[in-house]
């Protein structure tokens, strides 16, 4: 067949023009978004907000140690969840829960992750920390901190992306938060429990051995339904804790030996076991984040250390805070299924009643098993998972801190710093040793079960 000039001229022009309309179809172009993998971007975001946390839970008021866990478990979960589209490593986790609805980003549009966290955040911070979550003076000045890191991070975004990218993904992002929240909301246990942290409607059991309050001021009982908020991944076998000793006040019994234990531990405290006990106790609202909290600032620290990427950030905050609520949950469904009684109250009527412990009161529930110890020993397990079971770190959660010994310390493993945490409450008098070592046992436990959830 023979192609004449004016046959060939109309070829050219034709192919130019669908060269054109295939180029400028945004459906046909396959230059990928500069916004479409979480792992690409870093992590300043989520750190910030993070920090946030960590100064928030200080001054929280109900907080601690359930609520604490518990938020964050939420927060970091709708994070994850939140950018889900752009980790192609990793899995939803929104078929574990049914009546979780959840929204999901759009698969052909364009998202800036850092946005949608940004909403994500905000938005959570403001409903599980209203005014009446803080101490007395500290509401104004936090809910303007959260109002604030918002808008800088808005300004930011907004500059940077558009107009319409940002508002798609600050759109998405406060989905999700939302549809976290209702579901936090249907948990009649956990949601709001700060509210009422010490219910009148609770009275402890009586009998020998068994938990009463504690001196100096004889709190009334903490959180005795905690054990029944709902859990992420562990079961209800899961959240029981082994038998505790059994309960003797005769002199050649275990349990007395354990007693005794406590006692001449805190009355020979040498410098180092008293920095152990004072750098681990986080006690005190006021004074320092608590206990579940914690092990987020170790997380961060870690974090930081290693330069993570966005990706690796919210994988690890959602792991370590969902395996921190579900030991909390588990160490007091154990707590007040066993009622067993503090050590300053056997030690008093059985050994010296003139004894005190090493802090200024007792925690205000059972003792067994430890609460720390169970936390720790889960977060710990995670963090082992991620990063390494010989990984080393200085934890500097309390680096510059006068009031109490919170002098930097440095450990070869985060198995190593969960093993200190569950001693420091034995030289602190509030724990005996077998609540220390089944705080352990139970958390490892927990911490395994987070690891195998289907996030890859």
């Not at 930011?156 to 938060?177: F, M, P």
């Not at 009527?349 to 007792?362: C, M, N």
């Amino acid at each position: 067949m023979k192609i004449t000039i004016r046959h060939f001229s109309v070829f050219v022009v034709f192919a130019a023009v669908i060269f054109l309309f295939n180029a400028c179809n945004p459906d046909n172009n396959t230059e990928p978004s500069p916004y479409d993998l979480v792992a690409d971007q870093d992590a300043e975001v989520t750190q910030a907000w993070i920090g946030l946390f960590l100064e928030i839970d200080r001054y929280s008021k109900g907080y601690r140690p359930g609520p604490s866990a518990r938020a964050l478990a939420y927060i970091n979960f709708a994070a994850y969840e939140a950018c889900i589209k752009g980790m192609p490593g990793f899995k939803s986790l929104r078929e574990l829960y049914p009546d979780l609805n959840l929204p999901a980003a759009v698969q052909k549009d364009d998202y800036h992750w850092p946005s949608v966290l940004n909403a994500v955040y905000a938005t959570l911070f403001q409903k599980f920390f209203p005014s009446d979550a803080f101490l007395d003076g500290y509401a104004d000045e936090y809910l303007f901190r959260i109002v604030e890191l918002q808008q800088t991070f808005s300004e930011t975004y907004r500059e940077k992306v558009g107009g319409t990218i940002y508002q798609r993904s600050e759109d998405l992002g406060t989905a999700v938060a939302n549809a976290v929240w209702d579901w936090s909301g249907e948990d009649s246990f956990g949601h709001n429990a700060y509210l009422n942290p010490n219910p009148s409607s609770y009275t402890p059991p009586t009998g020998p051995g068994l938990w009463q309050p504690t001196p100096p001021d004889y709190t009334p009982a903490l959180f005795p339904s905690w054990g029944k908020v709902r859990t992420f991944t562990i079961t209800a076998a899961d959240k029981l804790a082994n038998q505790p000793l059994t309960f003797s006040q005769l002199q050649t019994s275990p349990f007395y030996a354990q007693a005794l234990a406590v006692r001449n531990a805190v009355d020979n405290l040498k410098f180092n076991e008293e920095w152990i006990a004072q750098f681990w106790s986080d006690d005190y609202p006021g004074l320092t984040f608590g206990p579940a909290t914690r092990w987020i600032s170790i997380t961060s620290q870690v974090l930081e250390k290693e330069n993570a990427n966005l990706e690796t950030a919210l994988y690890t905050y959602a792991k370590v805070s969902i395996a921190l609520n579900d030991a909390t949950i588990a160490a007091f469904h154990s707590k007040y299924t066993y009622n067993v009684e503090r050590p300053v109250s056997y030690i008093n009527r059985v050994i010296d009643s003139d004894w005190q412990p090493a802090t200024a009161s007792t925690p205000a529930f059972p003792a067994y098993p430890s609460g720390h110890a169970t936390m720790g020993a889960a977060a710990a397990e995670v963090l082992s998972h991620i990063f390494g079971y010989s990984y080393g770190m200085t934890d500097e959660s309390h680096k510059g801190r006068q009031e109490f010994l919170g002098m930097p310390r440095a450990f070869a493993s985060f198995y190593e710093m969960a093993e200190e945490n569950a001693l420091s409450r034995i030289y602190l008098g509030v724990h005996y040793q077998m609540d220390a070592d089944e705080g352990l046992r139970m958390g490892f436990d927990i911490g395994r079960k987070v690891n195998e959830m289907p996030f890859k």
